[in-house]
């Protein structure tokens, strides 16, 4: 079946302007999370939904950081005016419930220039 | 704060040799453990988890070994073949913080032919 998709793939942008990561979890999966990676680094947890609670935000750098899930599928991470230090691979995944394995996407390399 | 790391950065591997992956974790209230790899340009991928409450556990040509008492995983690849060179990354949960994953900086294995 499909896995974890994840667009764009590759998104360079300007210092300050806002940009839309969209990531669509495996049908079915209740549990989404959205991590970063930046270059050669380990992933770092930013936000995470799961099914109707409220996110857990924890791992949000900062108030440029924002996510939605809509109708418990699609989730959109939106990073406004954004930096440089901002640049780094952005990887979305989702697991079948909150206690399950984590199956990731491809990522979204974001450039900002 | 909770911390995940890695002893070596780099491995290289003769082919049909095995290969052992070491992580270090912090937290002693961990209860959950996974080992992903990931290949250049694509998300990770999961490899094998355990869980608190074990300090072994096999799937194919993998092992994961956990020692509790010294806060000490490892990925143990038998006969390691030129499709295993990508980067490992060594994953804890403690599940009272909630289902977010936190991962260490990753070890680069490169297999030899």
């Known amino acids: 079946g499909a896995g974890v998709s994840q667009s764009p793939s590759n998104k360079v942008t300007e210092k300050g302007k806002d940009v839309e990561l969209r990531c669509d979890p495996i049908?079915?999966?209740?549990?989404l999370y959205w991590y970063r990676q930046s270059l050669g680094q380990g992933l770092e947890f930013l936000i995470y939904?799961?099914?109707?609670?409220?996110?857990?935000k924890s791992g949000l750098p900062s108030d440029r950081f924002s996510a939605e899930r809509t109708g418990g599928s699609v989730s959109t991470l939106t990073i406004q005016r954004t930096q440089q230090e901002d640049s780094a691979v952005y990887l979305c995944?989702?697991?079948?419930?909150?206690?399950?394995?984590?199956?990731f996407g491809p990522g979204t390399r974001l450039t900002v220039l | 704060g909770e911390s995940v790391g890695l002893h070596l950065p780099t491995l290289s591997v003769q082919e049909g040799d095995n290969s052992i992956i070491n992580c270090a974790y912090s937290?002693?209230?961990?209860?959950?453990f996974i080992w992903y790899k990931q290949e250049s340009g694509k998300g990770p991928q999961f490899i094998i988890d355990?869980?608190?409450?074990?300090d072994k556990r096999q799937g194919q040509r993998v092992t994961v070994l956990l020692n509790k008492t010294v806060k000490h995983l490892s990925l143990q690849i038998a006969a390691t073949q030129p499709g295993d060179s990508a980067v490992y990354f060594c994953?804890?949960?403690?599940?009272?913080?909630?289902?977010?994953?936190?991962f260490g900086g990753g070890t680069r294995v490169l297999v030899k032919p």
């Open positions: 995944a989702s697991s079948l419930a909150s206690d399950n394995e984590q199956f």
């Open positions: 049908s079915g999966h209740t549990a």
């Open positions: 939904f799961q099914g109707n609670s409220a996110p857990d």
């Open positions: 937290n002693s209230a961990s209860d959950y």
């Open positions: 355990i869980r608190s409450n074990m």
């Open positions: 994953a804890e949960r403690f599940k009272a913080a909630g289902n977010k994953l936190t």
